[in-house]
């Protein structure tokens, strides 16, 4: 497969795509070239299944240019159910709910607007797993 051409499909805004080690079997996210486990290059694409729980969080009172319209959110260190940690903004959730080690599951949601013409960025979100 052409990696180049996979990274400018839209899909991989919407697919947590990591990879699996080919030398160690680690799971790695985001993709890099090296992988950071072993050091070796040599890793497989991989879906990510979006489902994990709350590692760690803080909330964020002044947000950065093109995140304002969204302040406060709170920012959680997510440990994903294969392993790797990622940072996403949590979303659907008051953060005096929010506790390290509630699930979490991935939710495709605007990230921002950008420049005079409003562009909007998609992006993966996480939001509390509902109960049923
Ligand atoms: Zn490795």
Not at 25 to 48: K, N, S, V, Y
Not at 56 to 63: G, L
Request: glycine share 10%.
């Amino acid at each position: 497969m052409n990696v180049a051409r996979y990274w400018r499909t839209e899909r991989t805004r919407y697919n947590l795509v990591g990879e699996t080690c080919r030398v160690c079997g680690e799971p790695i996210f985001p993709p890099r070239d090296l992988c950071p486990h072993c050091t070796e290059a040599g890793q497989d694409l991989r879906t990510f299944g979006g489902k994990g729980e709350v590692y760690s969080f803080s909330h964020v009172n002044d947000a950065p240019a093109g995140y304002t319209e969204y302040q406060p959110y709170t920012v959680a260190l997510i440990k994903l159910e294969e392993g790797p940690l990622l940072t996403a903004q949590l979303t659907d959730v008051d953060e005096s709910e929010v506790r390290i080690g509630m699930p979490v599951e991935m939710v495709t949601r605007k990230l921002k607007e950008e420049g005079e013409n409003g562009m909007i960025v998609y992006g993966y979100k996480f939001r509390p797993v509902v109960q049923a």
